[in-house]
């Protein structure tokens, strides 16, 4: 039988066109018919017990996709720590957590990822609690319904999916020495070009879809950035999407799409799956990827549209200059 080799991995030459075809039609590839089929060739599950006693960091843990990671991280014996806006709605995931593994390590810190001080301050904290971290996974989202700007003036969803990722991960770098990042992004990124003239989004009508889609993008190349700023670490970084699953995240905000794709949407855990491999899995992977479905995939769905060298290096200087991390070159607004 013919073999190909996909993202490092070698598939029958049938199921790699059959995986390629699927991801290209969107409906077989992102809704629950994907894992259906694919988990007939994807690569193997973790072993049991592959994180017991390590420390993962989850954003946006108090429902969801992240609380679905959270949940597979855990069954795998990972001590989690769950972040969120919310004390109560932390609480609750933690005891539905706890319910359903008596067993399980699972810790709270309330922390708002959009608010760039007090993450910095927050990781301040988390390294004298932690001082060796397996991974951090984010997944703390925001779809506006209007433009908004957080109290340091940054747009909201630029501060939640780009800007407080940022300084998080470079606060927690030194306890994350020779482990993993994982991002959770999403394939809207696809309709998306690289706003680096307009990363505030301050010009033209305001989509809370659209501004979603674009950060989604800028997670894409910072995965890229990161993987390469952060190797003498030894910290690999990855994002995911979840294709379209069955969480608050699609179904309020996402309405309309929720309703016509209802019968095909995956749960929450599927959504998470390829999170939670990536987290744990012992494959030798690299660095860098964007995956779905335990398979890496393109960052573009065409070459049309794809950001040049020059546009990527802007936006990675745009990103320091408002965080102060690392330092950049010139003069920078820090972060205390």
């Known amino acids: 039988m013919p073999l190909t080799r996909v993202s490092g991995m070698v598939l029958p030459a049938a199921a790699a066109a059959l995986d390629w ?13 994907g894992p259906a089929l694919r988990r007939r060739w994807w690569p193997a599950d973790p072993e049991p017990g592959a994180l017991a006693g390590r420390h993962v960091l989850v954003t946006g843990a108090s429902g969801g996709l992240g609380l679905a990671a959270a949940r597979g991280l855990t ?8 972040t969120g806006r919310d004390a109560g709605r932390l609480d609750r995931a933690r005891s539905e957590l706890l319910q359903q593994q008596p067993l399980a390590h699972v810790r709270v810190h309330v922390a708002d990822i959009s608010d760039l001080a007090a993450t910095a301050h927050f990781a301040r904290h988390f390294v004298d609690e932690v001082p060796a971290l397996h991974a951090v996974v984010h997944n703390a989202g925001v779809m506006p319904p209007r433009r908004t700007t957080t109290p340091e003036g940054h747009e909201l969803t630029l501060a939640t999916h780009v800007l407080g990722p940022h300084v998080l991960t470079y606060g927690l770098r030194d306890v994350l020495a020779g482990g993993r990042v994982v991002v959770v992004t999403s394939g809207g990124a696809y309709g998306q070009r690289l706003a680096v003239d307009d990363a505030e989004y301050a010009r033209g009508d305001y989509s809370g879809v659209t501004a979603y889609a674009r950060t989604k993008r800028m997670q894409l190349v910072l995965t890229q950035l990161w993987a390469r700023d952060l190797a003498r670490d030894r910290i690999t970084v990855h994002s995911m999407h979840p294709g379209w699953a069955d969480t608050p995240g ?22 998470a799956d390829t999170a939670v491999w990536l987290t744990a899995t012992a494959e030798p992977i690299g660095s860098g990827g964007f995956w779905h479905d335990r398979r890496r995939r393109p960052t573009h769905y065409a070459p049309v549209g794809v950001e040049t060298p020059e546009q990527v290096e802007r936006f990675w200087r745009f990103v320091r200059e408002q965080t102060g991390v690392p330092e950049p070159d010139g003069p920078a607004t820090s972060v205390s």
């Open 21 to 33: 075809a699927m991801d290209k039609s969107l409906v077989l590839g992102y809704s629950k018919i």
């Open 250 to 271: 699609v179904t309020d905000s996402l309405p309309r799409f929720a309703a016509l794709t209802g019968p095909l949407l995956r749960d929450a855990d599927s959504g």
């Open 75 to 82: 069954r795998l014996g990972a001590v989690v720590h769950l």
